[in-house]
């Protein structure tokens, strides 16, 4: 097999977040579940946003968080999702192409215009979003290119994915396309109220042996397997998958790969500002180490140091040197 062009090719959602804070009473006020991700449609997006405080825009996406992290690492990267022919999908366009990422998605002309996701970030660094997904749900199966993604080491899909329709078609072919070309996928299950959407699916997935490394947090490992604790999850799953990764906030995260199991506790932090994108930029250090082929400890420790970076500043891209920041703390 000859070496391929980048490490990780993404695709996910390409949406610009507005962030603001807000009191818990907002969240009651607007009956939004703490923690939680919802999909909202123009109507809902725009009477959020007149009720919001004074945002701050800036580029996101799970995925393609994942993908900044990445890069900021030092790993080879493309991205793969659809914005509009607008202001937003330029800043989109604009923010991950200068992080260095390949990204060739032409932008889609016309309405709807280009996803925007309003965060609500609690006093105790919690976020809350509220997706309008506009554009992004329109990426379509022509928009994935074989030969890209039989050109990157692994696949890395995020769970959000699977809500439109097309993009969730799209993924499956991308699957295949990966599965041919003997690269590896990478799958993040995203959000626990996802499981009740897909759930069947997920599984399914699993089942079939087409995820190579999941990423999950606490709360999605055991909604997908209905277990009621942590290690009942891992007993299901860990069998089925090469590698599995499970985040568990404050309490760190753990790896199973094969008959290997490895533990980290999460990195300290002056202050958590804003947890958008712990779990994006967590599966962007383990994947770099993963890439690397660095031993299973130090994929999570990466993934702990890049989560703890992006915690203590609003926004989901790094803001710090991270390549810096993982010297220090590796050597
Ligand atoms: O959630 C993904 C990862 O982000 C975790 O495994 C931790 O590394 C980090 N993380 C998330 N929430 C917190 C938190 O409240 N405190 C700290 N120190 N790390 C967190």
């Known amino acids: 097999m000859t070496q391929p062009r980048f490490d990780?090719?993404?695709?996910?959602n390409a949406i610009v977040d507005v962030i603001a804070t807000c009191d818990d009473g907002f969240l009651a006020e607007h009956a939004l579940d703490k923690g939680a991700m919802r999909l909202v449609d123009t109507a809902e997006a725009e009477a959020l946003y007149a009720n919001m405080g004074?945002?701050?825009?800036v580029s996101g996406?799970?995925?393609?968080?994942?993908?900044a992290g990445l890069a900021a690492l030092g790993s080879r990267c493309a991205f793969i999702g659809q914005v509009a022919n607008d202001q937003l999908g330029s800043?989109?366009?604009h923010d991950i192409r200068s992080s260095g990422i390949f990204y060739a998605t032409a932008p889609r002309e016309g309405e709807p215009p280009s996803a925007r996701c309003l965060v609500l970030v609690t006093p105790d660094g919690?976020?809350?979003?509220?997706?309008f997904l506009g554009a992004s749900q329109h990426l379509s199966a022509a928009s994935i290119d074989p030969e890209l993604v039989a050109d990157a080491k692994v696949l890395?899909?995020?769970?959000?994915l699977w809500d439109p329709d097309a993009p969730r078609t799209a993924m499956q072919g991308a699957i295949e396309c990966a599965r041919e070309a003997g690269r590896e996928v990478a799958f993040t299950l995203s959000d626990e109220f996802l499981l009740d959407r897909h759930g069947d699916d997920f599984r399914a997935m699993i089942g079939r042996g087409e995820i190579d490394i999941l990423f999950a947090n606490e709360g999605e490992a055991m909604a997908l397997t209905g277990a009621d604790d942590l290690e009942k999850a891992i007993e299901w799953l860990a069998p089925k998958l090469p590698v599995l990764v499970v985040t568990r906030s404050e309490k760190g995260a753990l790896a199973i790969r094969g008959d290997e199991r490895a533990e980290v506790p999460a990195e300290p932090v002056d202050k958590v500002v804003d947890t958008t994108g712990a779990g994006d930029s967590f599966a962007a250090g383990f994947l770099h180490g993963h890439v690397q082929g660095k031993s299973l400890k130090?994929?999570?420790t990466l993934g702990a140091v890049a989560a703890a970076e992006i915690i203590s500043h609003y926004g989901a891209r790094p803001e710090a040197n991270l390549t810096e920041l993982v010297r220090e703390r590796l050597g």
């Open 8 to 12: 990780v090719l993404a695709i996910g």
């Open 54 to 57: 004074p945002g701050r825009e």
């Open 61 to 67: 996406g799970s995925a393609a968080n994942t993908c």
């Open 91 to 93: 800043v989109f366009a």
């Open 126 to 131: 919690q976020r809350t979003m509220n997706t």
């Open 156 to 160: 890395y899909l995020e769970g959000y």
């Open 298 to 300: 130090d994929c999570l």
